[in-house]
């Protein structure tokens, strides 16, 4: 009983209580005892006394017990060695089996999705936002919207970010649209990259430095954060808050808004390839997570149209569609082949492999020497942590991971800008006096600078060169037909063999007049013998992704 005062009750018990439970104790024990005599459980083995010393005859006596002991254990192994040969066989004759099965049945066993890849896949086809001619089709959407437009590209690779079908499309449209370029992520490309690029895309377009936030949540977390930040007073400047370049693109558009003296709010649309930062810079703009933007290519589906200030409107879009005719490493980095299924990760990655510095890539990820692109993705997985069932490298997930960084706004990589540019065949001087009229070129230029001097840039030694392959081709009308690649005609044939250098032509003469045995007469080259097509070199498939080897590592594909 609990008495009042104290915190415990007493263990205390009576007298009779204390003797009745240790009799009950006694009697339990003793019937344990009991039961384990009728088992013979407590019974103790007794001790071989062995053969005593008087005994006569002893060492045969002990020679033949060991004899004995050894003969045991000589036929426990057999025993041993018949079970394990008797596993072996059957082992084979399980593996023989399976090799005389259909190999490929076997393999779509071992591929065969679960019933929610299937169902996520249904859903996916049947939602007519995921095809192409609806991309295409909300593209031009908001180019007629539009009374300028933005053209984004990664700061990485401008180059191969611009799209010259996208800008011809812009140029020919009625209304008087401007055309502006915005270099996004210029934080991840070291500072005299960036300003070479300012400079060589100016002598076409107006163009804005830029750095989107990255780090933008909806309006409750950013209202909490704002008390626990005015509370603390600490402003939050990390990398991937922060954000540069915002106030000298609005200013240039409210000043360009008010200009035109346009009665309703300048409509700006956001065009670019997937993942260049329209999402981000909408958010970036508006100080709120307003679009869904993640590092998954291809999100935005539809355009979204998003209130920034009193005068200004902008127009989110989907990714432009990328055509097939594009070179393999655009296809990788600008496409939606990989999220689409067209293309495997693994393929992705061996193509980006082959266009940067084997040397650069290593220092970047800190993984030893790599023959191939698949030791690679087993080295960094192992970096990484990505391992299967019995340590095995999950290369699938090294790969996404791999293909994230370079596509995402994480890595470290940078386009050598022309040391002479040219303008493209659809623009001119007067096309392009045209679209700088109306800006202030002189306010944009300080803003870029005081934008430069606020990033932090990244050492010109810790980012990786890569190999621009130009611009990138894309897909604006709603009907899209994969056709391959059109042959060479003859007028094509003529104008290649007419553009060939004079040696060229020397040999084909020599070759001639080698065959009539008369070589003091030559033969000039006429159009029928152009026709011929003698020296037009001929498309040889050296793609080497449908080869499959049992061995690990490929000496076909070795990097290079």
């Known amino acids: ?136 089709s909300e593209l031009n959407k908001v180019i007629d ?116 003296g346009r009665e309703g709010s ?20 508006k100080g709120l997570r307003a679009c869904n933007a993640g590092v998954q290519r291809g999100i935005t589906r539809c355009f979204q149209d998003v209130h920034i200030s009193k005068n200004v409107k902008m127009i989110d879009s989907p990714g ?49 020497d790599f023959r191939n692109s698949l030791e690679f993705l087993s080295f960094f997985a192992k970096k990484r942590g990505f391992l299967q069932k019995g340590g095995v490298p999950n290369t699938e997930l090294a790969a996404s991971t791999f293909l994230n960084d370079w596509t995402g706004a994480k890595l470290s990589y940078h386009c050598k800008a022309p040391e002479k540019p040219c303008l493209p065949p659809y623009l001119s001087e007067d096309i392009v006096r045209e679209m700088q009229n109306g800006w202030d070129l002189d306010k944009l230029r300080k803003g870029n600078e005081e934008t430069l001097r606020s990033v932090k840039f990244p050492n010109q030694a810790s980012s990786i060169v890569l190999l621009s392959k130009g611009p990138t081709a894309g897909v604006l009308s709603d009907v899209i037909e994969d056709k391959p690649a059109p042959e060479p005609t003859e007028e094509d044939m003529e104008g290649s063999c007419e553009n060939q250098e004079a040696g060229g032509v020397k040999e084909v003469s020599e070759e001639v007049t080698a065959e009539t045995d008369e070589p003091q007469i030559k033969t000039p080259v006429t159009n029928k013998q152009a026709k011929v097509r003698l020296q037009v070199p001929v498309p040889v498939n050296i793609d080497l992704s449908s080869v499959h080897t049992d061995d690990t590592y490929d000496f076909n594909t070795d990097f290079k």
Not at 210 to 239: H, I, Y
Not at 266 to 285: A, D, R
Request: glycine share 4%.
């Open 1 to 136: 009983m609990k008495r009042p005062g104290l915190k415990k009750a007493s263990k205390r018990v009576s007298c009779s209580k204390r003797y009745k439970i240790q009799k009950k104790v006694r009697e339990h024990n003793k019937k344990l005892r009991k039961d384990a005599k009728k088992k013979g459980v407590g019974k103790k083995v007794k001790k071989d006394i062995g053969v005593p010393n008087k005994a006569p005859f002893k060492e045969d006596i002990l020679r033949e017990a060991e004899q004995r002991r050894s003969k045991l254990e000589e036929e426990k192994e057999k025993k041993k060695l018949a079970k394990q040969q008797e596993r072996a066989q059957k082992r084979k004759k399980e593996n023989a089996a399976g090799r005389d099965a259909d190999p490929k049945a076997k393999k779509a066993r071992k591929e065969l999705p679960s019933q929610e890849d299937l169902v996520k896949q249904m859903v996916k086809q049947s939602d007519p936002r995921n095809s192409k001619k609806h991309l295409c």
């Open 320 to 368: 432009i569609v990328a055509a097939q005719s594009n070179p393999k490493a655009a296809m990788a980095l600008r496409s939606l082949q990989v999220e689409d299924k067209q293309e495997t990760v693994l393929e992705a990655v061996r193509t980006l492999l082959k266009q940067c510095n084997k040397q650069q890539v290593m220092l970047q990820y800190n993984v030893p």
């Open 145 to 260: 919207a539009s009374d300028v437009i933005v053209e984004i590209l990664d700061a990485r690779d401008p180059l191969g970010c611009r799209c010259p079908q996208l800008e011809e499309a812009v140029l020919k449209r009625e209304g008087n649209k401007k055309l502006l370029f915005l270099l996004n992520k210029i934080d991840l490309v070291p500072k005299e990259n960036v300003e070479k690029w300012l400079q060589c895309l100016q002598l076409e377009f107006p163009v804005v430095a830029f750095k989107a936030s990255t780090q933008l949540q909806d309006k409750t977390v950013q209202e909490k954060k704002a008390r626990f930040a005015t509370l603390n007073g600490v402003v939050d400047q990390t990398k991937g808050v922060a954000c540069y370049g915002s106030s000298s693109l609005l200013q240039l558009l409210g000043d360009y808004a008010n200009a035109t």
């Open 266 to 285: 300048l409509k700006v649309g956001l065009v670019g390839f997937p993942n260049v930062g329209k999402s981000s810079l909408i958010n970036s703009l």
